[in-house]
């Protein structure tokens, strides 16, 4: 998945990677809770609750990679699965290009996910 913001990487990145806008680039976030202290970085967690398909949930998540205005990797410890979402952060003219790749691991495999 990929989008083209209008706005600078340094800024996207800024915006994405603070805590109280998550709900703004997150919809799914109920509320979200810093298990660790300080700024966003490498080893950051937070507990968070969702909503999604009408079911609300508990997960942890954590950050386990994270290169200034380039790369955020999340994973997230949900019920039925381990979820890895990784951000790209490409400077595109006056823009910033987002791609997105997920990775998703369920906890039983022979189980249905939703």
């Known amino acids: 998945m990929m989008v083209e913001i209008a706005a600078s990487r340094d800024r996207v990145f800024s915006f994405m990677t603070s805590p109280e806008h998550v709900k703004q680039w997150q919809p799914d976030v109920v509320e979200s809770i810093p298990l660790t202290k300080g700024c966003v970085q490498l080893g950051t967690r937070w507990r968070v609750t969702v909503e999604e398909f009408g079911r609300r949930f508990d997960v942890e998540t954590s950050v386990v990679e994270c290169v200034l205005n380039a790369r955020l990797v999340f994973e997230t410890r949900a019920p039925t699965a381990d979820v890895q979402v990784d951000y ?15 990775t998703l691991k369920p906890r039983d495999p022979g189980s249905a996910l939703l």
């Open 88 to 102: 790209r952060f490409f400077a595109h003219g006056p823009n910033t290009r987002v791609e997105l790749a997920t």
